[in-house]
Each structure stands twice: as structure tokens, then as C-alpha cells.
């Protein structure tokens, strides 16, 4: 079964710009997660998806947005780029909503200059 | 607000020798807790999990973790160290109240040397 995928795996915008990362999951899974990694703050939670819904938001400003879609993909959206937006955005998946497992995609990293 | 303290940020280990890294969390009711392993420029990869079965969990590449409920503990072992270990580990917690939000602690890296 194929892992967790996510495009693309580099990008380089310049602050104002917007971004778009997309991410699909585990075949059978319908519940996907995106974390944010930086060296200052480490991993932390933005947002999760289930069944085209988001279930649980993270503490990040409203520039950063997601979206599932029916075949279980998810893009998120981050508006306005600031330098500090700069970081590996992970995205992982599980089969339902609640304390499964979630396993990995290899990250998008994003470089905001 | 529930947390996760990993309390080594980097280990020095020698190959072949012991590896220790601690983790103690906030305590609540009926936590998962998972050890992640993360190589330079990869994602994410799942070295075990515990799920309130037994409290000494077993996991890929020779880990184990004992879960102590007292301590508020869940610390990761491996009797013999080996080159490709070295890497950063995480220490997750998630707790049903909070469904799949993930709770990372801060990353402890370790160190093999020949």
C-alpha cells in the first residue's frame, strides 16, 4: 500500500505571496492532519480534516486554511506569507477521526524569502 | 494545557551501548502515547505506540518504552545502540478529548559514535 504523499516536497515564495500544499493520504483513510516544523517552535498542530469536515484547529492566524476533499485528498493554503511561515509542513493520515495511528508523508518544505 | 517534556535535547551515545531518552507528560485521563523517529530532510516514522494494553511496548529496530502511570513516564530504550540510529526522536501524546491533535514534545537528538 502506498505511503502518505505530498507535492510539492519543495517551494520557494516571496513574502505576500500565497501557497497551496496538497496531500494524499493512505488508501482507506479519511482523516488527514497537518503539523507545522520549525527549529524554534518544533512540531505543532494546525489543523485536521475528516469526511470533507475540519475537526480540530490548531493556534495559527487565519491565513493558514485547509480543505479535504472527497477522495479523502487535503490541500492547505497559506495567504499572505510571512518570512516566519518558512518551515517542513507535514501531513499525516489515519483512518478515522480520534486516536489512531497517524503515519507520515515526507513533508513539504517551504522557503519564504 | 496538556504538554510533553522530553528531557534531553541531544544524547551522545557510543555504538553498541545502551540508548536512553526520557519523555514525561501532563497527566489526564487515558492518553496514547507514541514514539516518532525523524532522519535528516524525511517525514515522520512510527517506532511504537502504547494504547493502555501492556505497559511495556515493543517496537521496530529493537526500541521498547515502558509506560509508568505514576511517573507520568514513557520512557524509550534500546539495549544496543547502532550508526543508523542516530536521528531526532519525539515523544507524542494524544488524548480522546482533543481526537487526533497530536501533542509533540521537543525533539531529542542523538548522537552515534564509531
Known amino acids: 500500500k502506498a505511503g502518505v504523499t505530498q507535492t510539492p516536497r519543495y517551494l520557494i515564495k516571496t513574502r505576500g505571496q500565497q501557497v497551496t500544499l496538497s496531500c494524499s493520504p493512505i488508501?482507506?483513510?479519511?482523516?488527514v492532519s497537518w503539523y507545522q516544523q520549525t527549529p524554534g517552535q518544533g512540531l505543532q498542530f494546525l489543523f485536521e480534516?475528516?469526511?470533507?469536515?475540519?475537526?480540530n484547529k490548531g493556534n495559527f492566524p487565519g491565513r493558514f486554511s485547509g480543505r479535504q476533499f472527497s477522495n479523502s485528498r487535503s490541500e492547505m493554503n497559506v495567504s499572505t506569507l510571512e518570512l516566519g511561515d518558512s518551515a517542513l509542513y507535514l501531513c499525516?493520515?489515519?483512518?478515522?477521526?480520534?486516536?489512531?495511528?497517524?503515519?507520515f508523508g515526507p513533508g513539504t518544505r517551504l522557503t519564504v524569502l | 494545557a496538556q504538554s510533553v517534556t522530553q528531557l534531553d535535547s541531544h544524547v551522545s551515545v557510543s555504538e553498541g551501548t545502551p540508548v536512553l531518552l526520557r519523555c514525561n507528560y501532563s497527566?489526564?485521563?487515558?492518553?496514547?502515547l507514541f514514539w516518532y523517529v525523524q532522519h535528516p530532510n524525511k517525514g515522520l516514522q512510527l517506532l511504537l505506540k502504547?494504547?493502555?494494553?501492556?505497559?511495556l511496548v515493543k517496537g521496530i529496530n529493537g526500541f521498547e518504552a515502558e509506560f509508568k502511570k505514576s511517573e507520568t513516564s514513557f520512557h524509550l530504550t534500546k539495549p544496543s545502540a547502532h550508526m543508523s540510529d542516530a536521528a531526532e526522536y519525539f515523544c507524542v501524546v494524544s488524548w480522546k478529548a482533543a481526537g487526533n491533535k497530536l501533542t509533540f514534545g521537543g525533539g531529542t537528538r542523538v548522537l552515534v559514535k564509531p
Open positions: 502504547y494504547t493502555s494494553a501492556a505497559t
Open positions: 497527566s489526564s485521563y487515558s492518553p496514547s
Open positions: 480534516y475528516f469526511s470533507e469536515t475540519q475537526r
Open positions: 499525516a493520515s489515519t483512518l478515522t477521526s480520534g486516536t489512531d495511528t497517524q503515519y
Open positions: 488508501s482507506g483513510h479519511r482523516s
